[in-house]
């Protein structure tokens, strides 16, 4: 339960409406993976935004095994993170073949086979939802799962009076999701992942969403890597070496 100083954003009733799963949290050792190229997804714009605005309630679309939300839960003690996935499915495959690609498999140098093939035998035995949460167990005063997709969820936490000072969206790339996140919340920061991604046909099909979306409401895009980060009009354009697009 968040604490007492955050009653008031309605937090209490999310909490109480989006448990997290019965599991025991000391029966396996959790870890911290992401699909953010090793560490190198630029992700550091968004560290540094929390920070400097001080974001105490962020909305993060697109957890998976909530890798990079234990990168933002650590940027600030009093950050609570709502996680936003469907976590369906099963990943236990899925994981196991990441770790025979070549390029993706370096973000689990870190990890033997025989370590790799213990989390793929638990993701499949306890499912996504439990594996992805036992990861952030240390968090769970400051971490909200709620299992619903975008844009939906953006409607479901408006309609609780839930307003996230931060939208990192990291999901199925889609420009709906601008949309009505800036529709619903206007004053929240918009940022996330997958700059960089092309589709099959080469689109570098988030990238499009984001340009475009940001000549028409007049934001300055801030990219490093596969991270983009909206700025506002009314705020000054940060100076650094990222690219300003
Ligand atoms: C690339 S992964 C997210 C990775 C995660 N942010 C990290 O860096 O560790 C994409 C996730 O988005 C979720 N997803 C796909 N479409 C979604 C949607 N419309 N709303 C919410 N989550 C979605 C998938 O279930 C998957 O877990």
């Known amino acids: 339960m968040p604490p007492p100083s955050r009653i008031n954003l309605g937090l209490r009733p999310l909490c109480r409406d989006n448990p997290w799963p019965e599991f025991d949290y000391g029966e396996i050792e959790p870890f911290e993976f992401s699909l953010d190229s090793g560490g190198h997804a630029g992700r550091e714009l968004i560290v540094d935004v929390i920070r400097a605005r001080n974001i105490d309630l962020m909305l993060e679309v697109g957890c998976f095994l909530c890798g990079s939300a234990l990168q933002w839960l650590r940027t600030s003690d009093t950050l609570t993170v709502i996680g936003a996935d469907p976590w ?133 895009i801030k990219a490093s890597r596969q991270t983009w980060l909206l700025i506002a009009p009314e705020f000054e354009p940060a100076k650094s070496d990222d690219a300003v697009v």
Not at 128 to 135: C, G, P, Q, W, Y
Not at 176 to 182: G, H, Q, Y
Request: some cysteine; charged content about 30%; glycine content about 4%.
């Open 88 to 220: 369906e499915g099963n990943w236990g495959t899925y994981f196991e073949s990441l770790s025979r690609d070549p390029v993706r498999a370096r973000a689990m140098n870190r990890w033997t086979e025989e370590q790799i093939a213990t989390m793929v035998h638990n993701l499949r035995r306890f499912g996504n939802f439990s594996i992805a949460l036992n990861n952030v167990r240390q968090y769970k005063t400051r971490f909200i799962p709620v299992r619903r997709r975008a844009p939906e969820v953006f409607y479901y936490l408006r309609d609780r009076r839930i307003e996230p000072k931060l939208i990192y969206i990291d999901a199925d790339k889609k420009r709906e999701d601008l949309d009505v996140a800036r529709e619903l919340f206007p004053n929240a920061v918009l940022c996330g992942d997958d700059w960089l991604w092309a589709d099959n046909s080469g689109v570098l099909r988030m990238q499009e969403h984001v340009k475009a979306f940001a000549g028409e409401h007049n934001y300055t």
